[in-house]
């Protein structure tokens, strides 16, 4: 055994089909930035580690975020009155062009990389612009937080701005291609997405290129997915051929067997796209606050836990206004119930437990064996200081994290780990 550590505390995670796993004034040991369980008890082969005695503090799997955009973080909470198209046209598209601006780009993405370092989530899969030089910007400085992440240049050639949109699919294409030849061997911490928009705003041409990278590369891919009844006919007229939204990504092998692809939203889903989510891996990445709104909808979690897709929780910076995935978790939780009284009452609400899970091990799987303390996942790690939100009231473990769920914020946080590298 090499580098390694202890941490002493009361402890939860998921494990396999979203059980909460708690240890209270348990240990969970990190070895080389890989955990080698958790202990009621420290085994004799780790007690010449050091010990971080975090006794009384809550300990948690890091948070996974898989989908947010960065360019967005800076007119989060405006357009709330407006559906997604218009909230697009009018304050996405404009905001996003400013990022031609290397100067602007800057000063915009310190401050949600400075957000992201400071509050829970250990992981994020994030947008960029078209822009390269801003993207790579937006990558240097996601890879000086600490974080692990997933960085995409946007890819759109038709219906958007002329300020925006790339000249054609060959020219977004060599963009693309000349942004992957800039990240090789330049980062440890953050590596390239391939981001194409949505299919409203990239040709077939473009469509056919990216997957074609994809599979020469072997990179992962993001896009949205069945996110609003309005872009969900649009995409009807733009593809009548494929017969569904779903289908008109699997048409280019986006979704796909053996593809490492993560959706956003997936609010509309039929069941035949659902099966083919289900059949291809496809993650989802449900972003509850942004759906409610941009007045998009409820997406049916239950249906997606119970035919055993891949599903996570994404903040959908900037139709979420924030940032930390135990704000998604509520939400989550929140929305589940609504559906569930007012649409389907065969679907039921999501637990405390289940939330976390997707927020942990369930995106967390898109990176790997991430999101849990069980032995071989990588240490991502929260030190959690919930004593200001203890009461009488609370009983146990599964209460306490149910409090820091719905009420904490950056500043209950005393440590953050990833991969077992303290960042504080």
């Avoid at 989060?76 to 909230?87: S, V």
């Avoid at 958007?160 to 330049?186: F, I, M, V, Y």
Wanted: charged share 20%; glycine share 8%.
């Amino acid at each position: 055994m090499n580098r390694g550590f202890v941490l002493k505390g009361d402890i939860c995670d998921s494990r396999a089909g979203g059980a909460l796993n708690t240890v209270q004034d348990g240990y969970v040991v990190c070895v080389d930035g890989i955990s080698q369980g958790v202990f009621h008890e420290l085994p004799e082969a780790f007690t010449h580690l050091p010990l971080i005695d975090c006794s009384h503090h809550m300990i948690v799997p890091g948070l996974v975020d898989l989908h947010t955009h960065a360019p967005q973080y800076a007119y989060r909470a405006l357009g709330m009155d407006l559906e997604l198209l218009d909230w697009l046209n009018t304050y996405t598209f404009p905001e996003e062009t400013r990022y031609g601006d290397l100067a602007y780009a800057l000063a915009q993405y310190e401050r949600i990389a400075q957000d992201l370092r400071r509050g829970p989530n250990t992981r994020c899969v994030l947008f960029g612009t078209v822009h390269l030089p801003a993207t790579e910007l937006l990558m240097e400085l996601m890879e000086k937080t600490g974080l692990i992440t997933l960085v995409g240049k946007v890819n759109m050639d038709r219906n958007a701005p002329d300020t925006l949109a790339e000249k054609d699919a060959q020219q977004s294409l060599s963009n693309t291609r000349l942004w992957l030849e800039h990240c090789k061997g330049r980062f440890t911490r953050t590596g390239p997405i391939l981001s194409p928009r949505f299919i409203p705003s990239c040709s077939d041409q473009l469509m056919e290129g990216l997957a074609e990278l994809q599979e020469q590369e072997g990179l992962p891919l993001q896009s949205h997915l069945s996110e609003n009844p309005k872009e969900c006919s649009w995409v009807g007229e733009l593809c009548p051929a494929s017969g569904s939204y779903t289908q008109a990504y699997a048409r280019f092998g986006m979704i796909a067997p053996g593809r490492r692809t993560v959706m956003a939203h997936c609010v509309w889903c039929k069941p035949e796209e659902i099966q083919l989510l289900k059949e291809s891996g496809t993650f989802v990445a449900h972003c509850p606050q942004s759906n409610a709104n941009l007045a998009s909808g409820i997406a049916p979690l239950r249906t997606y836990l119970r035919e055993g897709l891949s599903v996570g929780l994404g903040s959908d910076i900037a139709g979420g206004a924030h940032s930390s995935i135990f704000r998604a978790m509520s939400d989550a939780i929140q929305f589940s119930k609504l559906r569930w009284r007012l649409t389907d009452d065969s679907l039921a609400p999501l637990t405390v437990a289940e939330a976390f899970y997707l927020g942990t091990r369930g995106g967390g799987a898109f990176f790997g064996k991430v999101g849990s303390f069980e032995e071989g996942y990588e240490m991502d790690a929260l030190v959690i200081d919930d004593s200001d939100l203890t009461t009488p009231c609370v009983r146990s473990l599964e209460d306490r994290l149910s409090r820091i769920i719905y009420l904490s914020d950056e500043r209950q946080i005393l440590h953050k780990f990833v991969r077992g590298e303290r960042l504080f």
